[in-house]
């Protein structure tokens, strides 16, 4: 009985962590989803896994890339026509 | 009202275009509309000159400009219903809800951390994250690149709060199982 109340599937403890990890989670899913982990390693990992990665996401830039000079002239042309 | 500054667009151009255009290529992934949402945010930056802020930096505020057009240009893309099947959660997992064998989250070498700074990471996720489906790269980048609270997500794109969970969910499921195999090699 205990255990069809506290037991959740992989597919809900997933969808728990991003919950979680918003900081809105509520306290039965939170208990719920730490007695998941302590038996599903798949879950646990996914959790740390996909933490990491949104955590890291914003890092992201291109470096290398540049925009043309024929582009920048045609820029400075468009807002010069927006201030005639 | 008497313009206290002197504004010189083509020193906007000079100096920012280029990181702007970088800044929004990352987030919006393709050129042209990177393009299109650098030369609107200093078309628009001309037009409401009048209220730029003595003490802030131009920078900041071209800045500020920008990331609202990368929001406008999210909610241009994003369509109008969006169907969610949860068929497209099934290859991960089984009828009972569990992990399938070939899905379930593989250990990660414990230095993964350590690889983040490399430009390789960043080309993998980037990758990964074209192959989600429109509203879904929307989601991923206004809440990990942009990190907007899920009511002005919900808004944008005109998205219910139930939605926008279970996209999260997804974005998640899909990213983590193609870094997995991309970009560390496992399979």
Known sequence: MLKKLINISCRKATFLSGKKEAGVISFGDLVKLKLHHAVCDGCKRFEQQTSF????AKGHQHFSDALSTEKKQQMKQLIKDAQA | MKLTR?????????????ELYRYALSRVSDKG????????TFLSAWRSRETYAENASEKNWLYAICKNKIIDHFRKVSGNAIHLSSAEEDIYFDESEHWRANASPKNWPVDYHQYIETKEFYTVL????KKLKSVQQSVFVM??????EPDHI????????S?????????????????EKNW???Q
């Not at chain 2, 002197?6 to 280029?18: C, G, I, K, M, Q």
Request: charged share 25%; glycine share 4%; hydrophobic share 40%.
């Open chain 1, 53 to 56: 990665f949104g955590k890291n």
């Open chain 2, 184 to 186: 560390l090699n496992i």
């Open chain 2, 163 to 179: 939605n926008y969970w279970v996209l999260i969910h997804r974005c998640k499921l899909h990213l983590r199982s193609c870094l």
């Open chain 2, 126 to 129: 980037e990758g990964c994250r």
């Open chain 2, 6 to 18: 002197d504004f010189d667009p083509d020193a906007w151009v000079d100096n920012y275009s280029d």
């Open chain 2, 33 to 40: 509309f990177a393009e299109d949402i650098v030369q609107d």
């Open chain 2, 143 to 148: 809440k990990f690149m942009e990190e907007l």
């Open chain 2, 154 to 161: 919900c808004a944008t794109l005109n998205i219910t709060s």
